[in-house]
């Protein structure tokens, strides 16, 4: 399983600040994530989606990854 964590206006759309999951590829988490969180769909887009720090296809897989990070944009000065 999978730690994956929301970040900002994700963590605001998922309504948790993190979760386990057991989805096989990033593709099939990002679907997953929308289904079970419907709000996300709105942001997920704009996200990057890390994987134990480096973004990842969504065909790469996660049976040996240890965490995500959805992160959306971020402003500041």
């Known amino acids: 399983m999978i730690e994956v ?3 900002a206006a994700a963590r605001d759309a ?3 600040s993190s979760e ?3 989805e096989a590829t990033v593709g099939e988490l ?3 994530l929308v289904r079970d969180h419907p709000a996300l769909g709105a ?3 704009h996200c ?3 994987v134990d720090g480096t973004r990842r296809g969504d065909d790469h897989g ?9 992160l959306p944009p971020f ?3």
């Open 48 to 50: 990057a989606l890390l």
């Open 30 to 32: 990002r679907s997953a």
């Open 75 to 77: 402003a500041g000065g």
């Open 5 to 7: 964590r929301f970040f």
């Open 62 to 70: 996660l049976a040996d990854a240890e965490r995500a990070d959805v």
């Open 14 to 16: 998922a309504g948790v």
């Open 20 to 22: 386990r999951r057991d």
């Open 43 to 45: 942001v997920l887009g």
